[in-house]
C-alpha cells in the first residue's frame, strides 16, 4: 500500500506562486507514474499535471500550461507542483495521485492523498 500526504497549500493573490508536496510512504513509488488532479465544489475532479517515473515524461492540464511545473524527487519519494501566476480560478482543493499506468485520466491512479486547499483571491 502508498500513503500519499499533500501539502503547501494555502492562501494567496492573484499572481502569487505556491508550491505543493506530496510525500509517499507505505512503499517506494520510485516506478509509479505521479499525478495532480484538482476539484471544486460541485465539479469533477480535473487532471492538472503528470509525470512518468524518470521524471522524463511530463503533460499538463491546458489551462495550466506555461504556468504549473510537475517534478519529482525519487530519492525522497516526493512528487511537487510549482504553480506560478495563480488565478482566481486556480481555487481548488489539489490531489495528488500515485499508480504504475498514470496518465491523465482519474481511473489510472491507484493511490490518492487528501488533498490540500489551494485559495487564490483577486
Known amino acids: 500500500q502508498v500513503q500519499l500526504v499533500e501539502s503547501g497549500g494555502g492562501l494567496v493573490q492573484a499572481g502569487d506562486s505556491l508550491r505543493l508536496s506530496c510525500a509517499a510512504s507505505?512503499?517506494?513509488?520510485?516506478?509509479?507514474?505521479m499525478g495532480w488532479f484538482r476539484q471544486v465544489p460541485g465539479k469533477e475532479r480535473e487532471f492538472v499535471a503528470r509525470?512518468?517515473?524518470?521524471?522524463?515524461?511530463?503533460i499538463y492540464a491546458d489551462s495550466v500550461k506555461g504556468r504549473f511545473t510537475i517534478s519529482r524527487d525519487n530519492a525522497k519519494n516526493t512528487a511537487y507542483l510549482q504553480m506560478n501566476s495563480l488565478k482566481p480560478d486556480d481555487t481548488a482543493v489539489y490531489y495528488c495521485?500515485?499508480?504504475?499506468?498514470?496518465?491523465?485520466?482519474?481511473?489510472?491512479?491507484?493511490?490518492w492523498g487528501q488533498g490540500t486547499q489551494v485559495t487564490v483571491s483577486s
Open positions: 507505505g512503499r517506494t513509488v520510485s516506478s509509479y507514474a
Open positions: 495521485a500515485a499508480g504504475p499506468r498514470g496518465w491523465n485520466a482519474i481511473g489510472t491512479y491507484d493511490y
Open positions: 509525470i512518468g517515473w524518470s521524471g522524463g515524461v511530463t
